[in-house]
């Protein structure tokens, strides 16, 4: 079955840049919507943006100046850059696919198990 | 603040019926865009419960279910369980943020 996981640094130094990567396995990026979401310790879920398998992508409004999210299809990979990060980042960072019926709007119907990012100053 | 609103708690005795209240606005919820439910145990990642307002997918037990109305939804779980302890989420689309994913702030239900 399609499984998701989440790889990157642990600690981040504050006012740097964030870099997280999903490898996708048992399927293909391909055909399908790729969304990031974060939660902050004890806190609840934020989405970040998606990026389609062509490329086009769409960035929650909080943070859409401060991140970018791309894709490597030869790699089956997606990953994620958030700049000039503060401890307001420090979150787990989950990847999540995108999934529908033609009787449904969008869904997340696949999580990876998610990495913890803590900033430090 | 989160776009959906979920009271921050509920409780419940193993065997009873406990619901989650989600609400929302005319541009989320009230403009027809469906509600969606994770249940996120200790530890875990978020798991998908219920799509497209009242469908479960396969896996999930009969007894959680799902409702919308107007601006607002409802997650029921019946026939409480110690193992359905978890913080519960509901998720819809917003046009006026063109936001993809807003979320309500999660729900911490605990078994009595």
């Known amino acids: 079955q399609v499984q998701l996981q989440e790889s990157g640094p642990g600690l981040v130094k504050s006012s740097e840049t964030l870099s997280l990567t999903c490898t996708v396995s048992?399927?293909?990026?391909?055909?399908?919507?790729w969304n990031w979401i974060r939660q902050p310790p004890g806190k609840g879920l934020e989405w970040i943006g998606y990026?389609?398998?062509?490329?086009?992508?769409n960035y929650n409004p909080s943070l859409k100046s401060r991140v970018t999210i791309s894709g490597d299809t030869s790699k089956n990979q997606l990953s994620l850059k958030v700049r000039s990060v503060t401890a307001a980042d420090t979150a787990v960072y989950y990847c999540?696919?995108?999934?529908?019926?033609?009787?449904?709007?969008?869904?997340?119907?696949?999580w990876g198990r998610g990495t913890l990012v803590t900033v430090s100053s | 603040q989160s776009v959906l609103t979920q009271p921050p708690s509920v409780s419940g005795a193993p065997g009873q019926r406990v619901t989650i209240s989600c609400t929302g606005s005319?541009?989320?919820?009230?403009?027809?865009?469906?509600v969606h439910w994770y249940q996120q145990l200790p530890g875990t990642a978020p798991k998908l419960l219920i799509y497209?307002?009242?469908n479960r997918p396969s896996g999930v037990p009969d007894r959680f279910s799902g409702s919308k109305s107007a601006t607002s939804a409802s997650l029921a779980i019946s026939g409480l369980q110690a193992e359905d302890e978890a913080d519960y989420y509901c998720q819809s689309y917003d046009s006026s943020l063109s936001a993809s994913g807003v979320f309500g702030g999660g729900t911490k239900l605990t078994v009595l």
């Open positions: 999540a696919r995108w999934g529908r019926t033609v009787t449904t709007d969008w869904y997340f119907d696949l």
């Open positions: 497209g307002n009242n």
């Open positions: 990026i389609y398998y062509s490329g086009s992508t």
């Open positions: 048992g399927g293909s990026i391909s055909s399908y919507y």
């Open positions: 005319t541009s989320n919820i009230g403009a027809d865009y469906d």
